[in-house]
């Protein structure tokens, strides 16, 4: 199984940037999916997550409202849509999968959940 992260960047507080994480040598349909991130000094924290089956999405606190989650299943590939960014936003952002066979509706925010790690990509918002 691959995750290959894209997307991060430089942007200044209250701009937008989409990450992109493309998943292979899974289920892609059936699998949970996450967003976490790690700030320097800090502990990588959970930000995002879809469901097995893609139907339900949870947010941590400190990004609902501004933050989207969303996959495209012809692409195997699970957004991070990121709006009014903040510079405590700033961070590298990781993708996540748990495998899973078979109808589902579990989703996970606990890091040790998941089986599959992207490589992380750089998200830096300026003041």
């Known amino acids: 199984v691959q995750l290959q992260a894209s997307g991060g960047g430089l942007v200044q507080a209250g701009g937008s940037l989409r990450l992109s994480c493309t998943a292979s040598?899974?289920?892609?349909?059936?699998?949970?999916m996450g967003w976490f991130r790690q700030a320097p000094g800090k502990e990588r924290e959970f930000v995002a997550a879809?469901?097995?089956?893609?139907?339900?999405?949870y947010y941590a606190d400190s990004v609902k409202g501004r933050f989207t989650i969303s996959a495209d299943n012809a692409r195997n590939t699970v957004y991070l849509q990121m709006n009014s960014l903040k510079p405590e936003d700033t961070a590298v952002y990781y993708c996540?999968?748990?495998?899973?066979?078979?109808?589902?509706?579990?989703?996970?925010?606990?890091?040790?959940?998941?089986?599959?790690w992207g490589q992380g990509t750089q998200v830096t918002v300026s003041s």
């Open positions: 040598g899974l289920t892609f349909s059936s699998a949970a």
């Open positions: 996540a999968a748990r495998g899973g066979v078979g109808p589902s509706t579990s989703i996970f925010t606990d890091e040790t959940r998941y089986d599959y």
């Open positions: 879809l469901s097995r089956g893609h139907g339900s999405t």
